[in-house]
């Protein structure tokens, strides 16, 4: 077992000494959990193999589901790409940095393991002091995955980070929690039109002022389980963002969607089952059930984003055994967060009518 360094920063400001120590553990390929704006990564020196092998045995994470490539400067995309389009560069000055992921043609000079042997490689610049400031003084691309056991919900405190990974881990340099608290918007430039892999903190809407045509991968809005053969971006296969709760998600129109939560709710409750509701500003005073959390007001899905992997990990605190669910509107960061909803409920979705 490791000994796992808790690094405490402030998260503007970051004191260059304790993201020294970080970064020396980085170049002498130890992992670092640091914040960025999305949630915690777990760093690796991008380039290093048997630096990123570790990475995916600490997260127990499939050796198929690459990490994202974090970068500082776009001079760095160039020796990690092997073809930077046109589209990619609008898209860079527009967006980075900040909470978009762009997949490129590798270069070969990328270790195989990171990739996960495929073809292609996910870049972004975090824009967060602490994540910038650890890959400016690692003096490397880092390669971060999000820094949970894989499957769990994503970290958006060191707190988390630690309940996950203490003693597997070297250090976790701690910024507080994190600002927009679902990942980065993953898009792929290697077809046309372009195609979210996966929605995050860069709305669709936003891409598609800069871009125009934009289109969203099935799996992206998809309700249901679907075939392997479909995946392009292998993270979309592994289960993911699950609490150790059972979930259910009501989707529908509100005063329906209230109605279905409440019925779900007695019903397991009269069976004896721990139930928790995952509700909203709006509607919680509707439930009676003993664990009622509310992720924000409907009208904010910023903070509702912000809110969800936090108030998911909160649940299994409680000992939950069931969690209800209630939908919110897919546009904005609402697509994320029901995408990340759908998936913690191995699509277990209610239409409320
Ligand atoms: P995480 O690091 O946990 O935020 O997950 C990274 C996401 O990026 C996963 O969904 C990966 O499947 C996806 N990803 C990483 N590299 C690639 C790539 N080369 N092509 C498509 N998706 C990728
Ligand atoms: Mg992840």
Redesign the pocket.
Known sequence: MKQTLWLKVNSRKPDIEKVQVAADIIRKGGLVAFPTETVYGLGADALNYEAVLELFEAKERPLD????VHVENISDVHKLADQVPPKANRLMKEFWPGPL?L?FKRSERVPSVT??G?E???IRMPQHAVALALIEESNCPIA???ANLAGRP?PTSAKHVFDDLNGRIDAILDGGSTRIGV??T?L?LSVNPPQV??PGGTPLEALRKVLGDVKLHPFVIAEKELPMEKV?????KHKHYAPNAEVIVVEGAISAVIAKVKDLAEAYRLKGVKVGVLATDETMANYQVAIVRSLGSRYNLAVIAQNLFKLLREFDAEGTHVVIAEGVPTEGLGLAVMNRLRKASGYNIVKAE
Do not use: Q, W
């Open positions: 589901n690459p990490p994202i992921t997949v990739v996960a495929l292609t490689i996910a971060a995955p999000s994503s990942e980065s993953v792929d892999l996966r392009r971006s292998p993270g979309m």
